[in-house]
């Protein structure tokens, strides 16, 4: 006799703004992460790894939520277009929760990341905790650096470690006018 088969249970939480929705990884997302993956816009993000440690990640995403509630959102635009991934993570070896984003070629200087991340920002601090995320920010990277202090983010201190020369930025507790 075979043992029952576990089922693991994913709640996620789909979240709407002005013009994006917010809502579960799905393997449909795939193709666009491959193409982020491959593209320039991945460099501070570890990209340019093999397929296989994409799709892992992909995976790994949708575990972060069966195991802490929360992970990174695929973002579509309202006509339906996967533009990217925001969200909150908190993986192994982590000082802390991070809110992080990055969106797809073609997707950036519009707004999208900032109000995902509001979005995503605000789902978190209402349903997981009242601590303010933090994000780490490679120090040449000047754009996520501009949107963090948008997003009301302060710096509070510089990192060097295994994931490179870091900024980090503290996010505020309530949440900033835009």
């Known amino acids: 006799m075979q043992p029952a088969a576990h089922q693991i249970s994913v709640t996620i939480p789909v979240l709407a703004t002005e013009r994006l929705v917010l809502r579960d990884p799905r393997e449909a997302?795939?193709?666009?992460?491959?193409?982020?993956?491959?593209?320039?816009?991945?460099?501070?993000?570890?990209?340019?790894?093999?397929?296989?440690?994409?799709?892992?990640?992909?995976?790994?995403?949708?575990?972060?939520?069966?195991?802490r509630g929360y992970g990174f959102f695929s973002v579509d635009t309202l006509g339906g277009h996967f533009i990217g991934r925001v969200g909150v993570i908190y993986h192994d070896g982590w000082d802390e929760p991070e809110l992080a984003w990055h969106l797809f070629d073609g997707y950036e200087g519009q707004g999208y990341a900032a109000e995902a991340a509001r979005a995503a920002r605000a789902d978190y601090l209402a349903r997981i905790s009242s601590r303010p995320p933090i994000s780490y920010i490679a120090v040449d990277n000047t754009r996520s650096e501009a949107l963090a202090k948008r997003l009301g983010a302060t710096l509070e201190r510089t990192l060097d470690d295994d994931k490179g020369h870091h900024h980090v930025y503290r996010h505020p507790a309530a949440e900033v006018p835009a």
């Open 29 to 67: 997302d795939f193709p666009a992460m491959l193409a982020f993956n491959a593209s320039p816009r991945s460099t501070f993000v570890g990209g340019g790894v093999p397929r296989q440690q994409v799709w892992r990640g992909l995976l790994a995403n949708i575990g972060h939520w069966a195991l």
